[in-house]
Structure formats: structure tokens, C-alpha cells
């Protein structure tokens, strides 16, 4: 998402590219481009003009330090405007009730039974909520045992009436089900309708009334674009919806709908959904989309993914185990698995600034684990914990079990061993120590 965006952008700051100060005629120039870009990129037209205005007012007002070159310094301005058209701040649920209830509202085909089990997820692990889903959609054929699939991958409960089309009835049967069994969130799945079928309309806009809830979302699904945000605007105007959840933002979309859909329905965008797998949500951050639309990375949420799947304990005894060189297959294995559940390689790896570009026509597999975990899961146990008894005869026999050759298992091997001694080296007194032991390393010059 935004790579055409972020390459136009880059091109049209190349404009002040040597320039030696601001002027009104090369930021005119460039906000031209910029506003193309935008256009180009299915941003709202009122948006895109009102997006560069701004931006030229500012540059105009500012003094130009002289360790900043103008381009650097429309740069900031671009991506400060960016994070403002988007929402400026994160913002977060308002769950204050026992139960809160969610009510989840959107077009047929918007991603809305999955998001809600992917909101489930995240509000049990991460916030030790206890959630239920409520399975409001009575119209759609097998919609009921959807959310019980989804339900049942991640682990909670779903409530269901299947010979009941009262949506009403089903809420509050729901609720008062939650209260008795201590269920603290009541996420709410109702039917995809079209803004424009007045009795569907009606249907949530009585839902509401009905289980009054602490969050009333939209889901969209981002691949639609403008149509996205005229959706959303009608939408609101029956709802009165508190805040926007953004799907498919990991296909291949011109992004213009996370652009335009909260200056015109002024409402936040809360969560954006970057995969198909129930680990793919994330909170909407404006400066971070920022970042990662020019190109700039997003370190800081790399490092919460990263922070939600090592636990520091676990690092702990993987530090001392490191120093004791017992580092074996088993800590390697449960690694892959760590980085696996942080999400898409291709996302993750995008998220280091200048890295995004490099890879963009890469075709990054995510089953690139695969092979490597083949290969671990036919040693033995005894194999995995002592990788210095893997002779010949025993890789051979590894190679067969895991549907690769032999060459495969030597290289994982070796490579394994690399890792582990660059490992010791870093934990056995951090970079200095490191250092300190390269100096004998052939090749590798006096400090």
C-alpha cells in the first residue's frame, strides 16, 4: 500500500533538491506534483487542495535554518500535514461499561466477521479482556458458523440464535448472557448493508437504540477507495459511528481512503487490518503512516510487535544459555515461531527505514520458515539439543524426513552455528566485547 504514493512524493521533493532556499515559485512547483500525487493515489480532490494550501502556508511562514535544506524542511512540513489529515493522535477504544459492548457496522464483503474475531484477539491478550461474540448477521448463508470458526481460533465464545431473525432480541439475550457468565466486552457482528436499503438502515440504526453501545465501528475495506469514504460519510450520517476501522490495507491499494476518510467524515480511523491472519490488527497510528508513506520506516511499532512476543524472562535464560554456548535447535525453533506471529515478513521487513523500496519487488514468501522448520522437526529431541552430534548419517536420515537434501540440512546447520557464535559474542560483553574478540579474526584489521 502507498508505493506509488511514496514514489511520486519522493520524486516531487526532488524538485527542491539543490535549491538553495525556499521561494514561493519551487514550493508551488512542488506542491503541484504533490496534489497530482495525491490525486493519483484516490485521495478526496477538497482534500488533496486543502492538504497542499496548508502545506505551502507554512513553508512560506517558516525561516529556513541553515543546517536544513529546503528540501529536507518540506519534507517534515509534508509528513507533519500527513499526520494530521489522518487523525493526528491514536485513537482508542472506550470501554468504561461491564459489559462494553462493540457494535461492528459495514458494507457485505468489508472484512467485518473477521476484524471482529482479529479485535477479539487482541482485547484478550492484550488487554486480559474476556470477550463474546454476538452472531448478528441472520441474513447472510453460513455467517452464523463464520464467526463460530473465527470464534473458535481464537478462543472465545460466540453467542448465537440461529433459528431467531430478531437481531434486537439476539443483543439482548447476548448481554444478559455476558453479565452471567462475567464476559466483560460483547463484540457485536451484524449483517453488510448498503447505505442505500433503507429497511438495513433502520435495522442497526435500532441495534443501537437498542444495546446503546460504548463503540459503534465502520469497517471499510481500504481496496474500495473514494467510493470508500462516500460509503463512510452516509453511513455516519445514520449512525453517528465513533471511529473507522481500515481492512486489506496489505493488498494493493492506492491508499486514498486512509487518506481522505477522516477529514470528510471527521471521525478516527482506530484500526487497520494488514493481513488475513487473526494476528494482523494494529492501532492506528497517524505519524507512524506518516513515516511509513515517505518512506521513513516504522521502527517504533517493529519494536511493540517485537516486545509482544519476547517475553523478557524467556530472554533471559536464552541470554545465559547463549553465554553457556547451549544455545540448540529448540531456542532456534521457538524464534521462528516468535517471528512468525509478529505478522508478514514483507510488512515487517518494510518497517526499517530504506528498506521498504529495496524490497518492494521482492516476492518474500511467508512460508520461507518452512523448509528450516522441516528440517528441525525430523531431528530428535536429542539431536535438537546437542546439534554437535549431527554426523553424516544422521543428516542424511534428516534430510529424507524433511523432504530436502542434504546440502540443505549442512547449510542450516552451519548457518546455525554462525549464529551462535555471533550470539555468544554479542551477549559476552555487548559490542565492545565483540569487538574485542574480532581482532583475532584473520583478516580483520587493528583497533
Known sequence: MFENLSDRLERSFKILK???????????????????????????????????????????????????????????????????????????????????????SGLQGSGKTTFTGKLAKMLKEKQRKKPLLVACDVYRPAAIQQLGVVGEQVGVPVYSEPENKNVNEIAQNAIKKAKAEGNDVVIIDTAGRLAVDEQMMAEIESLKQCVNPDETLFVVDSMTGQDAVNTAKTFNDRLDFDGVVLTKLDGDTRGGAALSIRTVVTKPIKFIGTGEKMEAIDVFHPSRMADRILGMGDVVSLVERAQEQFDEEEAKRLQKKIQKNQFDFNDFLAQIQNIKKMGNIKDLASMIPGVGKAIRDVDIDDNAFKSIEAIIYSMTPKERSHPEILNTSRRQRIAKGSGTNVQEVARLIKQFDQTRKMMKMVTGGGMKGMMGRMKGFPGMPKF
Open 18 to 104: 539543490g535549491e538553495g532556499k525556499i521561494t514561493e515559485v519551487n514550493v508551488a512547483t512542488t506542491l503541484k506534483d504533490v496534489r497530482r500525487a495525491l490525486l493519483d493515489a484516490d485521495v478526496n480532490y477538497k482534500v488533496a487542495k486543502e492538504f497542499t494550501d496548508n502545506v505551502k502556508k507554512k513553508a512560506m511562514g517558516v525561516n529556513v535554518l541553515t543546517a536544513v535544506k529546503p528540501g529536507q524542511l518540506m519534507v517534515k512540513l509534508v509528513h507533519d500535514e500527513l499526520a494530521q489529515l489522518m487523525g493526528g493522535e491514536a485513537v482508542g477504544l472506550k470501554l468504561e461499561n461491564r459489559p462494553s459492548i462493540i457494535l461492528m
